[in-house]
């Protein structure tokens, strides 16, 4: 029996949405056309021990919403268990990447402040996951009546490496 889960969109977010649907939409019909499917979401939430950092892998990263110093797009490789290259894929992300790189996170760092948020009593906190239990999205909203404190990531083009 499929799980559904209520949300509470603000005007601003229900934009963000739409748009990142469309785009998901464009994916979606660019890789079926190509025989190149993105993993879908699971319906149910594995629990937070399913997914097991691997010694090395890559991903992208589209980090949105609020005042933090990581907006953008990255393509990041990871290395037990430390960023060891990210490169920024648009305007956004370059800025970060020659300003601070530190601020680009692992995989794990972003399971680890989604929990954060959950253990300060965030109003929000909502992760969607593959079905290796590895996160596909993430979104933060710490105090839904403050404006910029919210973060929001997507995860994407996920490689193990040998």
Known sequence: ????????????ALSTVA???????AISAISAISGCAE???????????????????TYTLRSTEGE??????????VRDGKVVKAVGL???????????PSHIPTIADLLKEAEAAR?????????????DGRPLTLAMDWDE?????????????????G
């Open 1 to 12: 029996m499929p799980t559904t889960t209520a949300v509470r969109l603000r005007p601003r």
């Open 19 to 25: 748009t990142a649907g469309a785009l998901m939409c």
């Open 39 to 57: 993993e879908s979401p699971a319906t149910t939430k594995p629990s937070a021990l399913a997914w097991k950092e691997p010694a090395a892998y």
């Open 68 to 77: 933090r110093p990581l907006i953008g797009t990255f393509r990041v490789t």
């Open 90 to 100: 648009d305007d956004s992300g370059r800025r970060v990447v020659d300003r601070t």
């Open 119 to 131: 253990e300060d009593g965030a109003d929000k906190v909502d992760v969607s996951y593959a079905a």
């Open 145 to 161: 009546d403050a404006i910029d404190d919210e973060a929001a990531y997507a995860l994407s083009d996920y490689e193990e490496l």
